[in-house]
């Protein structure tokens, strides 16, 4: 069984809106810092904030269907398509 980390964030609202690439920069340098604190097993996950501490979306550690390669779950982020355990 292959494992997934996603990061899904809303990218049209609050600061994100904003100023994007600061914003999720941001978003990535903290949750890049802060994974060591979770096993990173099927079922971890948590919120993500923007700066003014807005919940903007979710990070979430999933598994994959057997055999499914990254070019065929491609789509799973954005709702197209892929497993994702949700």
Do not use: K
């Amino acid at each position: 069984m292959a494992v997934r980390f996603v990061l899904e964030v809303t990218l049209d609202e609050g600061r994100l809106a904003e100023d994007t690439p600061a914003e999720l920069g941001r978003i990535l340098r903290y949750w890049g810092g802060n994974l060591h604190h979770y096993p990173l097993e099927p079922g971890d996950g948590s919120p993500v904030y923007d700066s003014e501490y807005r919940e903007v979306g979710r990070w979430r550690i999933t598994g994959a269907a057997t055999g499914e390669t990254a070019e065929s779950g491609a789509g799973a982020a954005d709702g197209e398509g892929g497993a994702t355990g949700d």
